[in-house]
């Protein structure tokens, strides 16, 4: 969590990096392993309290992007809409108190 979310920092800095290092660090920013599909469609049942079916026409198994936060999802709701689904990963809240608790260890030491 922390190291990737430096690693994703870093990759926008590019007044301060030579641009090969913002290239390859820029594949942090949204190319991070997906949660597997079963994952997915667990957490979206649990949090709409609904099956997937019920609340979708169509849902594709193969995110558009994947994040440290979350991942995203095209789908079609049952009235044909079409819709992206973002779908936050179940250790986010996890990672997030982590980092956290990273960055203020690493300003103390910055002081």
Do not use: C, N
């Given at each position: 969590g922390f190291y990737?979310?430096?690693?994703?920092?870093?990759?926008?800095?590019?007044?301060?990096?030579?641009?090969?290092?913002?290239?390859?660090?820029?594949?942090?920013?949204?190319?991070?392993?997906?949660?597997p599909f079963r994952v997915v469609r667990r957490t979206i049942q649990a949090e709409l309290d609904a099956p997937l079916e019920?609340?979708?026409?169509?849902?594709d198994p193969f995110?558009?992007?994947?994040?440290?936060?979350?991942?995203?999802?095209?789908g079609q709701l049952p009235d044909g809409r079409?819709?992206?689904?973002?779908?936050?990963?179940?250790s986010a809240r996890r990672m997030m108190r982590s980092d956290l608790a990273n960055l203020v260890a690493l300003s103390g030491l910055m002081e």
């Open positions: 990737l979310k430096l690693g994703q920092i870093l990759a926008s800095k590019t007044d301060m990096l030579p641009q090969p290092y913002t290239e390859s660090l820029s594949r942090l920013l949204d190319r991070l392993p997906p949660a019920a609340l979708f026409r169509e849902l995110p558009l992007a994947s994040a440290t936060i979350a991942q995203v999802h095209r079409h819709v992206v689904v973002k779908v936050q990963h179940r």
